[in-house]
């Protein structure tokens, strides 16, 4: 529907019954149809096949149809499970009803407020276009024709071409997004189904290990030469939730996969898993890889030796690393403070007026704990080759003057 619906005009015959030229269609469609049509039930047709026929007494609100039968009873269904087919009994009642309109704003309002009662969404919409032609500055039946005006031009569009020029694409259920948005999420579903696949073929791989000689051979065949990244995930999940022996094989499947691909999952392993066997394995792996791998197992432990609770694991991976960056690190790490707060009430004793002794009840004061992180210690020691205990002032001495740059001159140039 353009702009320019004021330019449009009606037939005399039928402006006179308040109905359009695309109502008019409608109308003969379905008297033409209802005509043939004996049944003049709703019918409900259902997803796994089924057929259901009453009347809808719900036709466009709510999350289940409910359909009244012949009998009175009342039959709720999903409505996603559902496709509405509306009798041909409400077209002719509407037919009946617009007749003796008018073609005034009051008229065509009302018989919108009928059709949406009835559920006759197509014909409302009709009369809104008559609406919005007789009243241009309607903006209600614009926004429910889904039309939205511009504000630079002053002019209602539909919804498609203002989100076109505004650079986006629909997607599914009717959400508009930009292109790179579209593209992203494309990428993103295309990632998502390969990384299933490959997950599912895992599993058959891993069910194979105890099938039949053919079967064990392939899936041999298979974990041989396995390094997608797709199935990283899977094989840690595998790893944490079993506890039996077949946990060094998921340990080994993780140390066969790239590198950079694999560190977030051996920073994992290596900051929550209690065997500390594999701890070590996770941290060999991490050591022994490039500069990028390196750097993402420095930023990570770095993260978790600010924590109380995570402190001191990170501070064990650290001395796998030896990396002259952790020392101030670890220096600041080296105690931590908690508050504690006692439990229980505490009787505090007070002379009152009389002269007697009372006891009144009042909570204790918290107290601030000093933490001592040895596992910090150790790993500082360690790198450093030096042993100041938990006396942090020594070891930022020794630090300043071990790391002191030589030789700085502050001299402004004298050009």
């Known amino acids: 529907m353009s702009q320019n619906l004021s330019s449009r005009r009606f037939p005399l015959s039928f402006r006179s019954q308040g109905i359009s030229k695309c109502i008019k269609g409608v109308l003969l469609f379905a008297i033409a149809i209802a005509a043939k049509s004996e049944a003049l039930a709703d019918v409900i047709e259902l997803r796994d096949g089924g057929v259901l026929v009453g009347k809808v007494l719900n036709p466009t609100g709510g999350q289940t149809v409910q359909i009244e039968t012949d009998d009175g009873s009342v039959i709720e269904v999903d409505r996603k499970m559902a496709r509405i087919r509306i009798s041909m009994d409400r077209e002719r009642e509407y037919i009946d009803r617009v007749k003796p309109r008018g073609?005034?704003?009051?008229?065509?309002?009302?018989?919108?407020?009928?059709?949406?009662?009835?559920?006759?969404?197509?014909?409302?919409?009709?009369?809104?276009e008559r609406i919005v032609e007789l009243d241009p500055s309607d903006r209600q039946s614009w926004a429910q024709l889904k039309y939205y005006k511009e504000e630079a031009s002053g002019k209602w569009m539909r919804n498609e071409v203002v989100m076109y020029r505004r650079g986006k694409i629909q997607g599914e259920k009717g959400k508009w997004y930009t292109w790179q948005e579209k593209a992203l999420m494309d990428l993103d579903q295309r990632y998502t189904e390969l990384r299933v696949a490959a997950e599912k073929e895992l599993q058959v791989r891993l069910r194979g290990l105890?099938?039949?000689p053919k079967q064990?051979?392939?899936?041999q065949a298979y974990f041989q030469n396995l390094n997608d990244p797709l199935v990283i995930n899977k094989l840690l999940k595998l790893f944490r939730e079993d506890r039996s022996k077949d946990r060094a094989f998921y340990m080994k499947l993780l140390q066969q996969m790239p590198p950079q691909s694999v560190a977030p999952a051996m920073i994992s392993i290596a900051m929550e898993e209690q065997d500390m066997t594999f701890v070590s394995e996770a941290m060999n792996s991490l050591e022994s890889s490039d500069d990028v791998v390196r750097e993402m197992a420095l930023a990570?432990?770095?993260?978790n030796l600010k924590s109380n609770k995570t402190r001191d694991r990170a501070a064990y991976c650290m001395s796998f690393i030896a990396d002259e960056r952790f020392i101030s690190m670890l220096i600041g790490s080296l105690l931590s403070s908690d508050v504690i707060v006692p439990s229980g009430p505490a009787l505090n004793a007070g002379t009152g007026r009389d002269g007697g002794v009372g006891f009144n009840a009042g909570g204790q004061?918290?107290?601030?704990?000093?933490?001592?992180?040895?596992?910090?210690l150790s790993t500082l020691s360690q790198l450093t080759g030096q042993n100041f205990?938990?006396?942090?002032?020594?070891?930022?001495?020794?630090f300043a003057k071990t790391y002191a740059i030589e030789n700085l001159d502050l001299r402004r140039d004298e050009y």
């Open 210 to 212: 105890d099938g039949n």
């Open 389 to 398: 205990g938990f006396d942090v002032q020594a070891w930022q001495y020794w």
């Open 103 to 128: 073609d005034s704003l009051e008229d065509h309002r009302a018989v919108v407020e009928e059709c949406m009662k009835d559920g006759l969404q197509t014909l409302a919409n009709a009369h809104r």
């Open 216 to 219: 064990q051979s392939e899936a």
């Open 300 to 303: 990570a432990f770095e993260k």
């Open 365 to 376: 004061k918290p107290q601030r704990r000093i933490n001592q992180h040895k596992q910090v």
